[in-house]
């Protein structure tokens, strides 16, 4: 019967001594959200800054391309209305209207200066 007991208290004191800690439990979880950091959340946070950046600094003759593809020069900035209106043909005067966030991004049209 004591040898029982003692077999009893030993597998207990072998379960208590086998669990891992609370943060040895979380460590990979916590391991997950850092990497999950570093590699998705901070880079799409300096996407959309940079992005911000773009769209404060547009200004009139500008040549853009927006989200749908297509290419126009700035004719009109509203910024009540938080638009831009884009000419799309030279020949006909076609102009479309945009919403500002609308727009991806502004066309280089500078040639790279041979070395």
Do not use: C
Not at 49 to 55: A, F, M, N, S, V
């Amino acid at each position: 019967m004591f040898s029982i007991i003692l077999q009893a208290g030993t597998q207990a004191a072998g379960e208590a001594a086998t669990k891992p800690s609370m943060v040895a439990q979380f460590f990979p979880f916590i391991l997950m959200f850092v990497i999950l950091y570093f590699l998705i959340i901070r880079p799409q946070r300096k996407r959309q800054k940079d992005h911000q950046g773009l769209i404060d600094n547009l200004k009139i003759n500008d040549e853009v391309t927006t989200n749908a593809g297509i290419v126009g020069k700035i004719v009109n900035i509203k910024k009540d209305k938080n638009t831009v209106v884009l000419r799309v043909d030279d020949t006909t005067g076609t102009k479309i209207e945009f919403v500002r966030s609308a727009i991806a991004g502004v066309v280089d049209n500078e040639k790279p200066k041979a070395k």
